[in-house]
C-alpha cells in the first residue's frame, strides 16, 4: 500500500496562493497516477487535478485551469498543488490519492487517500 500525508493548506485571502503537498511512505508510487480532490461542506467530493505515471499527462477540472498547476518529484515521493488566484469556492477540505487504473479522473478510480488538509479562503 501507498500511504499519504497532504500538508500545506491553511486560510488566504481570496486573491492569494497556497502549495500543497502529498508526501507517500512506505511503497514509492512512480507506478501511480497522483490526483488531487476536494471537498466542500455539504457538497460530494470533486475531482481538482491529476498527474499520470512519469508526468507524461496531467488533467484538470474546468474550474481550476489557469490558477492551479500540479506537479510530482518521484525522487521526493512528493505531489505538489500549486492554488494561485484562489477563490472563495475553491475552500474545502483538499486530498490527494493514487491510481493505477486508466480513468484519472474518476473519484472511483482511486485506492489509497490521504487524510485531507483543509483550505480556507476569505472574501
Known amino acids: 500500500q501507498v500511504q499519504l500525508v497532504e500538508s500545506g493548506g491553511g486560510l488566504v485571502q481570496a486573491g492569494g496562493s497556497l502549495r500543497l503537498s502529498c508526501a507517500a511512505s512506505g511503497r514509492i508510487f512512480t507506478s501511480y497516477a497522483v490526483g488531487w480532490f476536494r471537498q466542500a461542506p455539504g457538497k460530494e467530493r470533486e475531482f481538482v487535478a491529476v498527474v499520470t505515471r512519469n508526468s507524461r499527462n496531467s488533467y484538470y477540472a474546468d474550474s481550476v485551469k489557469g490558477r492551479f498547476t500540479i506537479s510530482r518529484d518521484d525522487a521526493k515521493n512528493t505531489v505538489y498543488l500549486q492554488m494561485n488566484s484562489l477563490k472563495p469556492e475553491d475552500t474545502a477540505v483538499y486530498y490527494c490519492?493514487?491510481?493505477?487504473?486508466?480513468?484519472?479522473?474518476?473519484?472511483?478510480?482511486?485506492?489509497?487517500w490521504g487524510q485531507g488538509t483543509q483550505v480556507t479562503v476569505s472574501s
Open positions: 490519492a493514487t491510481t493505477g487504473q486508466w480513468a484519472v479522473t474518476a473519484t472511483t478510480s482511486y485506492n489509497y
